[in-house]
């Protein structure tokens, strides 16, 4: 290269190599160097990214417009070699100094290295230079600090070579990935997804959870959020014909696929164990994920939620086991997807705490007591509906024969709370309730019957020092956003006894992590002037009540609440009511519109014990009117034979709602729905009649009133 004294140098790359070609070019008289403030060797740096090398590069014009006397690229991305050339002012030369896989192509315009006049040098190995580069290693010139991890002499030449393909094994093993990325897990339950979770943080990376069960748009979505170099799948076929389907558009945006399979795992088993460096991990914040999860989707999108490594610090299960739980001694039996957060957090953070785990491929009903009897376990993971299939199911001889002491999840409704301990021989229930955002956390350690049947509890002090910050609000159920007065523009704060959304007060928005690089959906998670100007509030999208000693209920999502005549009505509450009914396995409540009818009317997706006689739907009817208000009494039925649900167990209305009691649209949304039947109270009549063709054509002529 020959640089001149007082020449500007422009080096990208920051690897050992880099480091020591920096030090060798200041030492030999260049005057400025862009590269990182590492060794004091740089005066200014700019990151830049393998994938979006060109748009991180232009900052370096804004700074430098007639670009460098000499081009270092270090890096070995064909994407920043590409870009090099246009760093270079006339005259000047680029050092193509990087090693680039053997077939990677750039393209270079020869209009810009004729009319720049610029020299293109590389450089391979020249052993003619080695006597000065060791005179400096010698007289102590060249810093190796960060550069060189250990030294051998040379009697230890066999252990130098080992260490070497230990090391080579690491790089190979994380599949090109570094610090900073996210490694994409498309994979069922097993021990080996809670090792590749481990695997990735401990080399400075993050896990992304997919849902196994995506594909196509919804997948590819994922998948651009995370930005990620490695998609590992599973072995399963369903999930390789799903990757199969986008394989094309994955592999065109730079992501690598892995299957993870015998061979994959045997080669693993096979190398030595090697414990990465520590500096792997010295870039990692606290607001780095500890793994990403990502929101059902249920309604659009799915959206990234980083479960932090600072929020995993505070749960303090590294610490201290949860619940009463000892080291060595208890086991949390898993059957939730690992891929959604009460199913991965709880299992991992268990691990943490020095507690068991015990790991099922799905949750089977079936499969649910020998699995606990067979592993030991002390406590089990519940989402959603889990606890009403138990229930459903008929006496199995090892549902009482257990060591189990405590359930553990969100979801456990309260009509079916004492009945699941009762009949299971439970004597501990820890109900929580959160989001993937975690910004509103409740959690309820039940161990008698003052804190059962709730999803969380309050003391007076914790009341008191709460009163602003958890801040229940009247919503507008016709547009789903806070009600605020015509004159003031303000929200109106409603008493704990009649409950509302939840509105968090928080400093500033950075109190929200956020959605990850989604930054319009987390402002949309904001209400501001809410009580007054300037002031700022997180909306949670969950509407809750408290009892006046400090009990909290869940009432309902933002969103399933429905108005009809004039009145809102708690999908939860009304579903709650009718699961008590003798024959309901299961109640899926939401709001319909009707023609004719402004709002909408209640219906009821029922799965029942058997099949409803004329008995059983007039005593439902006369149930509900003495158990509910008039207004939140179900218009209209609808026996299902299967529940609607999705991935993690979590009743699914979005369907159900979209289909309606439009007759021709059944099993159009709810692929098992075509065979539904509907039912509805008609006007006059004191039982559920089966809803025909001509009672929707009278209600869309006005022929019928509700």
């Keep these: 290269m020959a640089p001149k004294v007082g020449s500007t140098v422009l080096l990208f790359g920051c690897g050992p190599t880099g480091m020591l070609l920096a030090q060798l070019l200041k030492l030999n008289g260049t005057a400025n160097l862009d590269l990182a403030k590492r060794l004091n060797l740089a005066d200014s740096f700019v990151a830049i990214s393998d994938t979006n090398a060109k748009e991180d590069m232009d900052t370096l014009l804004q700074s430098h417009p007639h670009g460098f006397d000499l081009v270092v690229e270090a890096t070995g991305a064909p994407s920043v070699l590409e870009q090099s050339i246009f760093y270079v002012r006339k005259g000047g030369t680029l050092v193509v100094y990087g090693v680039y896989d053997d077939a990677a192509k750039i393209a270079w315009p020869p209009m810009r290295i004729w009319t720049y006049e610029i020299t293109i040098l590389s450089s391979f190995c020249s052993t003619l230079k080695f006597p000065v580069v060791m005179e400096y290693v010698r007289t102590k010139k060249l810093d190796f600090g960060g550069i060189v991890s250990k030294t051998y002499r040379i009697e230890e030449w066999a252990e130098c070579l080992e260490a070497l393909e230990?090391?080579?094994?690491?790089?190979?093993?994380?599949?090109?990935?570094?610090?900073?990325?996210?490694?994409?897990?498309?994979?069922?339950?097993?021990?080996?997804?809670?090792?590749?979770?481990?695997?990735?943080?401990?080399?400075?990376?993050?896990?992304?959870?997919?849902n196994y069960n995506l594909e196509g748009r919804a997948l590819m979505h994922c998948l651009a959020v995370a930005e990620t170099k490695l998609l590992l799948v599973d072995l399963d076929a369903a999930c390789q014909g799903r990757i199969e389907g986008s394989k094309q558009e994955i592999e065109a945006a730079g992501t690598k696929i892995v299957t993870l399979d015998a061979g994959l795992k045997q080669t693993i088993q096979s190398r030595p164990v090697v414990i990465p460096g520590d500096e792997l991990r010295a870039g990692m914040r606290p607001d780095f994920p500890y793994a990403l999860i990502y929101t059902s989707g249920t309604t659009g999108l799915s959206k990234g939620c980083p479960f932090t490594i600072a929020r995993t610090h505070l749960l303090g299960s590294h610490f201290s086991p949860p619940f009463g739980c000892k080291r060595g001694k208890d086991v949390w039996y898993s059957p939730m997807p690992l891929y959604h957060g009460t199913g991965i957090i709880t299992s991992s953070t268990m691990l943490l705490a020095g507690v068991g785990i015990a790991i099922a491929p799905r949750f089977s009903v079936s499969n649910f007591w020998p699995d606990i009897n067979a592993s030991g376990s002390t406590a089990f993971i519940y989402v959603g509906e889990t606890a009403r299939y138990l229930l459903a199911a008929p006496p199995h001889?090892?549902?009482?024969?257990?060591?189990?002491?405590?359930?553990?999840?969100?979801?456990?409704?309260?009509?079916?709370?004492?009945?699941?301990?009762?009949?299971?021989?439970?004597?501990?229930?820890?109900?929580?309730?959160?989001?993937?955002?975690?910004?509103?956390?409740?959690?309820?350690?039940?161990?008698?019957?003052?804190?059962?049947?709730?999803?969380?509890?309050?003391?007076?002090?914790?009341?008191?020092?709460?009163?602003?910050?958890?801040?229940?609000?009247?919503?507008?159920?016709?547009?789903?956003?806070?009600?605020?007065?015509?004159?003031?523009?303000?929200?109106?704060?409603?008493?704990?006894?009649?409950?509302?959304?939840?509105?968090?007060?928080?400093?500033?928005?950075?109190?929200?992590?956020?959605?990850?690089?989604?930054?319009?959906?987390?402002?949309?998670?904001?209400?501001?002037?809410?009580?007054?100007?300037?002031?700022?509030?997180?909306?949670?999208?969950?509407?809750?009540?408290?009892?006046?000693?400090?009990?909290?209920?869940?009432?309902?999502?933002?969103?399933?609440?429905?108005?009809?005549?004039?009145?809102?009505?708690?999908?939860?509450?009304?579903?709650?009511?009718?699961?008590?009914?003798?024959?309901?396995?299961?109640?899926?409540?939401?709001g319909v519109t009707v023609p004719g009818h402004e709002g909408r009317a209640g219906c009821a997706a029922l799965h029942l014990e058997g099949q409803p006689d004329e008995n059983f739907v007039s005593g439902l009817l006369q149930y509900?009117?003495?158990?509910?208000?008039?207004?939140?009494?179900?218009?209209?039925?609808?026996?299902?034979?299967?529940?609607?649900?999705?991935?993690?167990?979590?009743?699914?209305?979005?369907?159900?709602?979209?289909?309606?009691i439009d007759l021709e649209k059944l099993g159009v949304h709810e692929r098992d729905g075509a065979d539904d039947m509907i039912m509805w109270q008609k006007p006059g009549s004191e039982t559920y009649v089966p809803f025909q063709r001509e009672d929707w054509e009278a209600l869309s002529k006005g022929g019928a009133r509700l």
Aim: net charge positive; charged share 20%.
């Design 166 to 210: 230990r090391q080579q094994f690491v790089k190979a093993a994380i599949q090109g990935i570094r610090p900073g990325d996210l490694v994409g897990m498309y994979l069922h339950n097993s021990a080996e997804f809670v090792f590749i979770m481990f695997a990735a943080l401990t080399i400075g990376a993050g896990p992304a959870l997919i």
């Design 624 to 660: 509900s009117k003495a158990n509910l208000p008039r207004y939140a009494v179900p218009v209209f039925l609808r026996v299902v034979k299967h529940s609607s649900h999705i991935h993690n167990h979590k009743q699914n209305k979005v369907g159900l709602r979209q289909e309606g």
């Design 397 to 590: 001889p090892l549902e009482r024969a257990h060591k189990l002491r405590v359930a553990y999840g969100n979801g456990l409704r309260p009509d079916i709370w004492q009945k699941f301990q009762a009949r299971f021989n439970i004597p501990e229930v820890a109900e929580f309730f959160n989001s993937s955002e975690g910004m509103f956390s409740l959690v309820v350690w039940a161990r008698n019957g003052y804190t059962s049947c709730c999803v969380g509890h309050h003391g007076l002090v914790t009341r008191s020092l709460l009163h602003n910050v958890y801040v229940p609000v009247r919503i507008d159920f016709d547009t789903g956003d806070l009600w605020r007065n015509p004159a003031t523009g303000f929200a109106q704060r409603t008493s704990y006894e009649e409950g509302g959304e939840i509105l968090v007060a928080v400093p500033s928005r950075d109190a929200f992590g956020g959605y990850w690089r989604n930054e319009e959906a987390t402002n949309k998670r904001f209400a501001t002037d809410v009580f007054k100007a300037g002031d700022l509030y997180y909306r949670c999208g969950d509407a809750l009540r408290r009892s006046p000693d400090g009990h909290w209920y869940f009432l309902d999502r933002l969103g399933d609440t429905f108005r009809w005549k004039s009145e809102n009505v708690s999908t939860a509450e009304v579903a709650e009511a009718l699961g008590r009914y003798p024959g309901v396995t299961e109640a899926n409540v939401y």
